[in-house]
């Protein structure tokens, strides 16, 4: 599929913006909901890796599924964007929660060996600590579209 199709920032515009009303636990993330959480992480990612379009999307959607199954956030998300995202980006949300517990020194070795072994190890180290970063109250972020809009030109100029 055409990852530069429109259609696709339907989808993702779609999905992120029930994220505003997710209300999400006080004690993990002072700064809000999920949509603000969301936008800080994807502007942490820009900064990080200003030309690396799957990663800053991974950063952007890596919630959705907040606002379908909060219990169950990273299936739930993965199953919605079946199909409209790349295996690259896919993977990297697919573990963000594993990189979390990685960060913190929870994960098991086997775990982390698998994760070791992937090409995007290291993008994914920095997934979580944007994830982890994305958590300040009061901080400037991009309207939703804006964000949506300089990604769709970020594919438009390396596809």
Do not use: N
């Not at 990612?45 to 200003?50: I, K, Q, T, V, W």
């Not at 079946?82 to 020194?105: N, P, S, V």
């Amino acid at each position: 599929s055409d990852v530069c199709s429109s259609d696709l920032f339907q989808v993702y515009r779609a999905l992120l913006l029930p994220l505003a009303g997710v209300a999400q636990s006080r004690e993990w993330h002072p700064e809000g909901d999920a949509l603000y959480h969301s936008l800080q992480v994807y502007e942490l990612a820009r900064d990080e890796l200003p030309y690396d379009e799957e990663f800053q999307l991974a950063a952007l959607l890596h919630d959705v599924g907040k606002g379908i199954d909060p219990y169950d956030h990273v299936r739930t998300g993965l199953e919605a964007l079946e199909g409209y995202i790349t295996a690259r980006t896919r993977w990297l949300i697919e573990h963000h929660m594993e990189a979390r517990a990685l960060a913190d020194g929870t994960l098991g070795a086997r775990a982390r060996q698998r994760l070791e072994a992937s090409p995007d190890f290291e993008e994914l180290k920095l997934l979580a600590d944007c994830d982890r970063r994305g958590r300040v109250p009061g901080t400037q972020v991009s309207e939703l579209d804006d964000a949506l809009d300089a990604i769709r030109e970020l594919a438009r100029m390396c596809g």
